[in-house]
């Protein structure tokens, strides 16, 4: 961000804000009833932009064979029990005993490294004399947990708990049977989901750092832990990244060389790191302004063995913006554990054995009679379970249809069996990089924001941008206007967001599409009329060239993609622009 010495840093979110009210990029959800924190709408260009960044994302993940599938944002409870959301998904809240706000106990204490318990958020409070941010009072209640998932039912009876997903991840883990027959049963494969994730924040007061409806994208690769080395490592393992271990300071270092030195457990992490570093530059992160700070053990989430957050220094200090983690076996494992399903993988090998099992096996003779049409699919259920859940009960439980169902001994049995097999079967472990779109959205504003002596502009890459060009007439002419106009419908049907602006001068035409980051604008002009060619201003130079109007819509789209200028038409003398009105 460059600023003049008369503009104060510390207020660039209130500017952000403002500029984006105006110009249709964001807003707080909710105004004409006072709003509701943690929840905020996208306007127009907030809309082109934020779908500019996702298709991005979603061309480097596909460009790594991954694919993408869309799951329910409503999920069973026992989804979350299973992968232990219900238990760890929690921070710890306590309240102003004298003005009655909430608050999230570790935003109001430095626990500098020290665990984020009841007893030493108690013990912070006292010693630092922490004051309500809202009335100044000291007395607080006791730390408590308060679990972030927004409950719901499901059914008009109301008579099943469901909870809006915190993540998009478990859905694709709900998937691994179906993916893993897809990618044709062999590892490693990936998965993607770009969605909405909710998360009811005890105090969410960072605008669009943190909200209480959320934009995710989020990455599973599905791989077999046997397998150490990952196969495209040599082509990364010279990127520099900005690394800060837990054991010491902020270093920059090449992935090969952290690998080797075990700062970063394995090549494979190491790959999704550097691809998320290649994805935040690309979309207009700082380079200079990000790094990768690694979990402390006593901070990573129940599900990681080893966790890196890609942070973004803003006004605000620095701020996580994505994560890539080794998951481990842990998922999978829990749903098999909660589901009785087998997500496991089969290795294969050229060597046979036999091998020995306990299998459950339905009474299907018996069923029939008793269950009828139901007969044949709660066979299928009951032969899912575990020898260990049925092995000398009286009865046993299932899940069939919504409904529970106890069904007797008679019906089922464990046997012994033997097979030959060629291979083994383990359960993949998963390595996740996970991005929260809107904090990615609000740093790329914040780190394109540039201003000097009042003017703005927002150095947004061209890809990103949320009008790609902007299309003028030079002046009050039915020709021009009309000429113009033919040009604005060419480029959007080349699929190139343009904008049509006829207003003002020139050159606070020009103001206001810097403003909102758009990389090029198109003038036609008296000469257009002549010859057919059009001046093509960009933005970050204010250069000028004459292109001509055939093929206008690939020559921009050639900019868009890395072209320069100079090399598609005749400069322009410069002149001096100058803004004669405030825009208001």
């Known amino acids: 961000m460059v600023v003049t010495k008369e503009s104060d840093s510390g207020d660039i979110t209130e500017k952000l804000l403002s500029m ?23 306007g127009p260009l907030g809309m082109l932009m934020r779908n500019s960044i996702t298709e991005t994302w979603r061309r480097i993940y596909r460009s790594e064979d991954f694919y993408e599938i869309d799951t329910p944002t409503v999920n069973p409870e026992s989804v979350f029990r299973s992968s232990g959301h ?30 984020s318990t009841p007893e030493t958020l108690s013990k912070k409070l006292s010693e630092e004399k922490t004051r309500c941010p809202r009335c100044g009072s000291r007395n607080f209640s006791a730390p408590r947990p308060f679990n972030l998932m927004f409950q719901t039912q499901i059914g008009p009876a109301g008579n099943k708990t469901g909870y809006l997903r915190p993540e998009t991840a478990q859905g694709i883990f709900m998937n691994f049977q179906q993916m893993n027959r897809f990618f044709r049963e062999k590892l490693p494969f990936g998965v993607i989901q770009t969605g909405r994730g909710y998360r009811n924040e005890i105090s969410p007061r960072q605008g669009l750092l943190r909200l209480r409806e959320l934009n995710m994208l989020e990455a599973e690769l599905f791989i077999d832990p046997s397998e150490k080395q990952w196969k495209d490592f040599v082509k990364i393992r010279d990127v520099k990244l900005n690394l800060l271990p837990r054991s010491g300071k902020q270093t920059t270092i090449s992935a090969g060389e952290a690998v080797r030195g075990g700062i970063i457990g394995s090549e494979v992490l190491a790959y999704f790191m550097c691809l998320t570093h290649r994805f935040m530059v690309s979309v207009g992160l700082d380079p200079s302004r990000s790094r990768f700070r690694q979990h402390a053990k006593d901070e990573m989430a129940h599900y990681s063995t080893e966790t890196w957050d890609f942070e973004a220094e803003l006004s605000s200090g620095w701020t996580e ?32 054995r036999v091998e020995r099992k306990a299998i459950v096996r339905a009474n299907r003779p018996k069923l029939g009679p008793v269950y009828k049409e139901k007969a044949k699919e709660m066979a299928l259920l009951i032969e899912q379970l575990s020898p260990e859940d049925v092995r000398g009960k009286k009865s046993i439980r299932i899940q069939f249809n919504g409904n529970r169902i106890d069904v007797a001994a008679e019906f089922f049995s464990v046997v012994e069996t033997e097979e030959k097999v060629r291979g083994e079967k383990f359960v993949p472990h998963v390595v996740e990089p996970s991005m ?66 006829e207003s003002g001068s020139i050159g606070r035409r020009y ?12 003038t036609v002009d008296d000469v257009t009329l002549k010859d057919g060619t059009v001046t093509v201003r960009e933005r970050d130079s204010r250069k000028q060239v004459r292109i001509g109007r055939k093929d206008l819509a690939g020559s921009i789209g050639r900019l868009l993609s890395g072209g320069r200028l100079e090399d598609f038409g005749s400069p322009v003398e410069q002149k001096e622009e100058s803004v004669d009105e405030k825009e208001g």
């Open 20 to 42: 984006s009210k105006r110009r249709g990029f964001y807003w707080p959800s909710f105004e004409i009833y006072g709003g509701i924190a943690g929840f905020y709408d996208y």
């Open 86 to 115: 219900l238990e760890f998904f929690t921070d710890y809240m306590v309240d102003c005993n004298s003005c009655h706000e909430s608050f999230r106990a570790d935003h109001l204490v430095d626990l500098a490294g020290a665990p």
């Open 436 to 501: 929260g779109l809107d904090r990615i959205f609000f740093t790329v504003l914040e780190h394109s924001f540039s201003e000097s002596d009042g003017y703005v502009v927002l150095k947004l890459p061209p890809g990103i941008a949320p009008i790609k060009a902007g299309v003028f007439p030079l002046l009050d002419d039915s020709r021009m206007a009309g000429a113009a106009m033919a040009i604005h419908d060419e480029l959007l049907v080349g699929g190139i967001e343009p904008y049509y602006d």
């Open 321 to 352: 913006v994505a994560g890539v983690a080794y998951r481990g076996s842990y998922d999978l494992s829990a749903h098999i554990k909660g589901s009785s399903a087998d997500l496991t993988f089969f290795r294969k090998s050229g060597t046979e």
């Open 511 to 522: 103001a206001r599409m810097d403003e909102v980051g758009t990389p090029y604008c198109i």
